[in-house]
T-cell receptor, first 114, second 112 residues
């Protein structure tokens, strides 16, 4: 079965640079969630989209923005990167109306800021 | 606010031992509850789910029952294997958008 695809899997950037992370949800899934997991930390919710509209927002810095496109894929744009942004970024997708909020996660993008 | 409290780790067990990882949560009215597992170097996988109060989720020998009266969703397995070594997260969805609120994660180490 198709899973959530994230790209790139690994990304190395320098401070103050910009990064774009991509997420391709499971086909027919209409909701995308982004989470950030710092080293040794639990995942923290950043932002979510339902049917291409932002549906919820968590602890996402103002330097970050995200959107969901017409084909339901989503991109997380991160600017003015800081050392503290080094983390594993997960995307998850779900289909509203099925098992309430059951989310399937991608393998993650490991971002390292030097 | 809503929060999740998990048993602190690491939990170290010998193979074939019985496992319990406690999870309690505040707030009520969760439509469902989940346990996710993260194997070393990998992403998050849904381990099991319960979709209503008193519902029992099970998968790969793991079980957890959604106890509304005690606001708990403890994870159990009768006989752990070395391959079960991973980090386990209790994760109820919050609000009407379903963002997951993760517990602090419990690291399980199973020794042969």
């Amino acid at each position: 079965a198709a899973g959530v695809i994230q790209s790139p899997r690994h990304l190395i950037k320098e401070k103050r640079e910009t990064a774009t992370l991509k997420c391709y949800p499971i086909p027919r899934h209409d909701t995308v969630y982004w989470y950030q997991q710092g080293p040794g930390q639990d995942p923290q919710f950043l932002i979510s989209f339902y049917e291409k509209m932002q549906s919820d927002k968590g602890s996402i810095p103002d330097r970050f923005s995200a959107q969901q496109f017409s084909d339901y894929h989503s991109e997380l744009n991160m600017s003015s990167l800081e050392l503290g942004d080094s983390a594993l970024y997960f995307c998850a997708s779900s289909l509203r109306g099925t098992v309430p909020y059951e989310q399937y996660f991608g393998p993650g993008t490991r971002l390292t800021v030097t | 606010g809503n929060s999740v409290t998990q048993m602190e780790g690491p939990v170290t067990l010998s193979e074939e031992a019985f496992l319990t990882i406690n999870c309690t949560y505040t707030a009520t009215g969760y439509p469902s509850l989940f346990w996710y597992v993260q194997y070393p170097g990998e992403g998050l996988q849904l381990l099991l789910k319960a979709t209503k109060a008193d519902d029992k989720g099970s998968n790969k020998g793991f079980e957890a029952t959604y106890r509304k009266e005690t606001t708990s969703f403890h994870l159990e397995k009768g006989s752990v294997q070395v391959s079960d070594s991973a980090v386990y997260f209790c994760a109820p969805p919050k609000g009407n958008t379903g963002k997951l609120i993760f517990g602090q994660g419990t690291t399980l180490q199973v020794k042969p």
